[in-house]
């Protein structure tokens, strides 16, 4: 993001920064059946597993391989409710979304996150949280410098539309690789400016991108080297400016995750804030 308009600087990390409990913020999905099983209940039980001593940590796509969100069972809370000789039915219920609150009081800037997610220090961010299972779906908050930069409102990125472009662009630059035979696919899904609670304007960019490589790029004939797909992925950007700073909260997760998680996601978008700075 920081290409912007400039480099971002090196990240630094203090202890400034606190995460205290969101009170009384719960997120709760139910789910009505169906074949399909969230990936949240994977990872409840990938978490059983990681408590047994004899299971070694693996990948997440040794535990994907294991325990498929298609064909895990759910962990079902059943009420049965006989009248009259007559059962009712069932209710399945997904565990609840407990959120917790970061606060960055020295660079001004606050969000809600998932509270199983695990900050990893010397990501190349300002902050960075990641699901300790599906290590694909993060987020991270980065920011222009407070020397150079003069921002006065995110509207001098230009409307959302051109702002998306630079988000796109931004990630593009970013991905790009010096393997042969690698070919990435990229949309703009949305762009849309929004007033939050605090008076500030914020604009959030949705891309979309694909990733595909050969099987064997030194191959000789054509047909030996088959293109796949590697990864297919969802970024949301959420972009605030506050002491003559951009900020941009960006969020990272597999395409199939946030089609299960939307809600969840869209909730972390919501509550960023960037905040007056003494």
């Known amino acids: 993001m920081a290409s912007l308009l400039e480099p971002f600087p090196c990240p630094h990390y203090s202890t400034r920064p606190t995460v205290v409990p969101v009170s009384q913020k719960w997120f709760t999905r139910l789910s009505l059946g169906g074949s399909s099983t969230s990936s949240r209940s994977s990872r409840l039980i990938s978490a059983a597993c990681a408590d047994d001593p004899t299971h070694g940590r693996r990948s997440e796509s040794v535990t994907t391989a294991k325990f498929s969100r298609r064909n895990t069972m759910t962990f079902v809370f059943s009420s049965f409710i006989f009248s009259q000789g007559n059962l009712h039915g069932t209710t399945l219920a997904q ?15 606050t969000f809600n996150y998932p509270k199983n997610w695990i900050q990893v220090r010397g990501a190349g961010a300002d902050v960075f949280f990641r699901d300790p299972f599906v290590l ?16 006065k409102s995110v509207e001098d990125l230009g409307p959302p539309q051109v702002a998306g472009a630079k988000v796109l662009k931004q ?3 970013e991905f790009m690789s010096t ?8 949309n703009i899904l949305s762009t849309s400016s929004r007033v939050a609670d605090d008076g500030k304007l914020y604009y959030e960019i949705e891309v979309n991108i694909k990733s595909y490589a050969n099987n064997n790029e030194l191959a000789v004939m ?22 003559n700073r951009l900020y941009e909260l960006r969020l990272q997760t597999p395409e199939n995750v ?19 700075v003494d």
Request: overall charge negative.
């Open 95 to 109: 565990p609840p979304v407990v959120f917790r609150e970061y606060v960055d009081t020295f660079d001004g800037y």
């Open 136 to 151: 694909d779906e993060n987020l991270s908050v980065e920011m222009s410098s407070p020397s150079s930069s003069r921002y």
């Open 171 to 173: 990630y593009l630059t």
């Open 179 to 186: 393997r042969l035979g690698v070919r990435r696919e990229s």
């Open 222 to 243: 054509p047909q030996d080297r088959v293109v796949r797909l590697e990864w297919d992925r969802r970024y949301l950007s959420v972009l605030g400016v506050e002491n």
């Open 258 to 276: 946030f089609q299960e998680e939307e809600n969840d996601l869209r909730r972390v978008m919501d509550s960023f804030r960037v905040m007056k």
